[in-house]
């Protein structure tokens, strides 16, 4: 199941789109003297900056390129420590090993979002970057990373792919650390089917992010530019008809977020209303989240396993995106003298928090991050009250 941009593809994005394929332009790269290049891309990338609020932006693949490029343009290479956390996307820490670099996971808090008080415990002479993960459209907090990240001479990448839209404290996720990354695929607040983007202010990052994903070129090159190459690059470009799609779909993201934060908010309010004892939810960081799901938190693990089932879902800790313990991949992997970096239960606080959380869709209706059960963002009001009032009583009936 998609999430919240997907639901509402119609003919903004059909427009955006056919001027491409009239055009016959379909790269990032076309003549700059003929009026039918529509420059999709480099549009797209100037909206964006725009909306998070940076000077830069670079359009690629994916999200797990944009925090590649994002890694890279921070000088992260072989050996580098990297704090991400335990919950999150496995492409967090997948792009870190694939540029070199080793990830490092810290517990989270009860936003289920990087803990802060697990950064400095995590931190080596090989750290040098922090990277919290804004989870399920909720903030991290971002306020305390800053202040650590200052205090210790670390750099902040922010992954975004799973808060696009939303503020900390007034500011656009993406624009608060050094670099962000954003994320276009199907499950995320807009969609292009894939697709990724790199934001700084920073003109340095800029520059090597954008080297990073055509191989070594500088930005808007205008041919091979041989001898300007300063790195190495790969190809993570983005194409004309992505852009398009993405530009249709930027134009509905304000219209995207009202409608979740709307519906999560009668939804909370009508499961709140009922005050379940021993139940509450994860903590918000700050109201502007993206509301692409509610979560809720139980005091005690047996009830919210309990209650997943009867609700035909499952805990966070049980389902099957964004859990440490379920990257078997990640797991198996050991350091030059053969001792394992990762294990089963290494962050027994995350493990604590997962196991009493379930996610209930707003916007992302998904089993595979546990949001088997909710709504989703064209529910109508006499669906959210008879979803609401179902939870209710089949927590009402687990607790019992
Ligand atoms: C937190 C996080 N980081 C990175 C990614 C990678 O994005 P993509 O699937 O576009 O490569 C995702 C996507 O699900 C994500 O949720």
């Known amino acids: 199941m998609p999430g919240p941009g997907a639901f509402l593809v119609g003919d903004e994005e059909k427009r955006e789109v056919a001027e491409v394929m009239e055009s016959g332009y379909l790269s990032r790269y076309g003549r700059e003297d003929d009026s039918r290049f529509k420059r999709k891309v480099v549009t797209l990338e100037q909206r964006f900056a725009e909306r998070i609020g940076t000077k830069y932006a670079v359009a690629v693949n994916g999200g797990t390129g944009a925090v590649m490029a994002s890694l890279v343009a921070l000088g992260v290479g072989p ?235 499952k805990t966070v800790s049980e389902s099957g995106w964004h859990v440490y313990n379920h990257m078997e991949q990640i797991l198996a992997l050991s350091d030059e003298q053969g001792k394992k970096r990762y294990w089963k239960h290494m962050l027994p606080r995350t493990d604590d928090i997962l196991a009493r959380a379930i996610n209930l869709s707003i916007g992302v209706v998904d089993p595979g991050l546990g949001a088997g059960f909710g709504i989703n963002i064209l529910a109508s009001e006499e669906e959210i009250e008879s979803q609401a009032e179902l939870f209710i009583k089949t927590v009402e009936t687990a607790v019992r």
């Open 79 to 313: 050996g580098v420590e990297v704090l991400v956390p335990g919950y999150t996307y496995v492409a967090s820490i997948s792009a870190v090993l694939a540029v070199g670099g080793i990830p490092v996971l810290t517990e989270i808090d009860d936003s289920l979002t990087m803990d802060p008080a697990d950064i400095e415990p995590k931190i080596s002479a090989k750290t040098r970057i922090i990277m919290p993960v804004h989870m399920l459209g909720n903030p991290a907090d971002m306020e305390r990373i800053m202040i650590i990240a200052k205090k210790r001479k670390l750099l902040v990448l922010e992954d975004c792919c799973q808060g696009l839209g939303a503020r900390y404290k007034g500011q656009a996720l993406g624009s608060i650390g050094r670099i962000g990354a954003f994320s276009l695929n199907i499950n995320k607040t807009i969609t292009s089917g894939d697709g990724g983007i790199v934001v700084t202010s920073d003109k340095k990052l800029y520059e090597r992010a954008f080297a990073f994903h055509d191989q070594g070129h500088k930005p808007l090159r205008l041919g091979v530019e041989i001898g300007k190459r300063s790195l190495i690059g790969i190809s993570l470009r983005m194409n004309e008809l992505t852009a398009a799609f993405a530009l249709g779909q930027l134009k509905k993201l304000d219209r995207i977020l009202g409608l979740l934060k709307e519906k999560k908010k009668r939804f909370k309010e009508r499961v709140a209303a009922a005050g379940i004892p021993g139940m509450g939810f994860r903590k918000i960081n700050d109201l502007e989240e993206c509301a692409t799901l509610l979560t809720v938190l139980f005091e005690d693990k047996g009830t919210a396993a309990r209650v997943a089932k009867a609700l035909g879902t």
